[in-house]
């Protein structure tokens, strides 16, 4: 069974920064691309960034980039979000997902973690 | 960026009705290489993260219920929810895998009437 599990949320103060992790489970991590995906209260999905199976291809949205930083780690089946510099607007819960495959749809995501950013 | 737009915002519908949802993109999503139209369709129940109903614009995922089917071509599509029942009560977002960023609609909440 495909398991994706998100952990590393929490309340930090602006200009702080953070660090998400997402275990992947019950597929073979490395042959996956995986994204990140953040859903602010109450509002609608937004894509974050997205890293191939081997790293060798990282995109960011505009929102974030120079800001976030996208890795993985196929030996631990896991990959990771690294938030600097973050704004009240990054407030949200943040999922990762799975890539179907090569322009492919976001087949399983996991259940998300929520982080805050407030004074 | 590609500019996902769907209607209507929120729509109610009586149980074993039809509930239909559009999406319009702002660039064309068909390759016209393998003939497909990169667009997929989302479920999203509340405290729930979304699931995957529908890709390539018409294909359902293994598993969802035949009464949700997807339609169109190049930048118009449509979700159509062909008998509503309770357990459809959701957010559904339309999403263009296209290119880079992947783009997503601005969601459509679908309640009983």
């Known amino acids: 069974e495909v398991q994706l599990v998100e952990s590393g949320g929490g309340l930090v103060q602006p200009g702080g920064s953070l660090r998400l992790s997402c275990v992947a489970s019950g597929f073979t991590f490395s042959n996956c691309n995986m994204n990140w995906v953040r859903q602010a209260p109450g509002k609608g999905l937004e894509w974050v960034s997205y890293?191939?199976?081997?790293?060798?291809?990282?995109y960011y949205a505009d929102s974030v980039k120079g800001r976030f930083t996208i890795s993985r780690d196929n030996a631990k089946n896991s990959l990771y979000l690294q938030m600097n510099s973050l704004r009240a607007e990054d407030t949200a819960v943040y999922y990762c997902?799975?890539?179907?495959?090569?322009?492919?749809?976001?087949?399983?995501w996991g259940q998300g973690t929520l982080v805050t950013v407030s004074s | 960026d590609i500019v996902m737009t769907q209607s209507p915002d929120s729509l109610a519908v009586s149980l074993g009705e039809r509930a239909t949802i559009n999406c319009k993109s702002s660039?064309?999503?068909?390759?016209?290489?393998?003939?497909?139209?990169?667009l997929t369709w989302y479920q999203q129940k509340p405290g729930q993260p979304p699931k995957l109903l529908i890709y390539?614009?018409?294909t359902r995922e293994s598993g969802v219920p035949d009464r949700f089917s997807g339609s169109g071509s190049g930048t118009d599509f449509t979700l159509t929810i062909s008998s509503l029942q309770p357990e459809d009560v959701a957010v559904y977002y339309c999403q263009q895998f296209y290119t880079t960023p992947r783009t997503f609609g601005q969601g459509t909440k679908v309640e009983i009437k």
């Open positions: 660039q064309n999503l068909l390759y016209s290489s393998n003939n497909k139209n990169y």
């Open positions: 890293i191939s199976g081997s790293s060798s291809s990282i």
């Open positions: 997902a799975r890539d179907s495959g090569d322009y492919a749809p976001f087949d399983y």
């Open positions: 390539w614009a018409s």
